[in-house]
């Protein structure tokens, strides 16, 4: 089964990062180009991916606890969550090489992956 970047409503955000047994992008970002150009460049790695991992859009823009709750202080912004932690952020432009690295340490090293 492909991954697929779903877009995410508030209440259900803390359930997908706090619930999960795999890893979880969560994207913070404005409806805007901007968020758009990122969101193509994440289709086509997803497309590409070949573990899994699930990846959810939000909105922050007008949602001033979800921001303060997720620590968010600029879009884009986009973390890696395993296991209700956020073990990684990137603010700004997605450099996906990153992600991927990111992503392959983690599973390979699940039950000792800390954010150092």
Known sequence: ???MI????DKLLAKAVNDGQIPVLVCFMLDSIEAYKHIELLQGWVVQLDRMIDIYMINDGDKEELRKRYGIHGTPTFQLHYRGEVVEEWLGALNLKAVEQELEKLISNQSNFRKT
């Not at 779903?6 to 409503?9: G, M, S, V």
Request: proline share 14%; hydrophobic share 30%; no cysteine.
């Open 1 to 3: 089964m492909k991954t």
């Open 6 to 9: 779903k877009p995410i409503e």
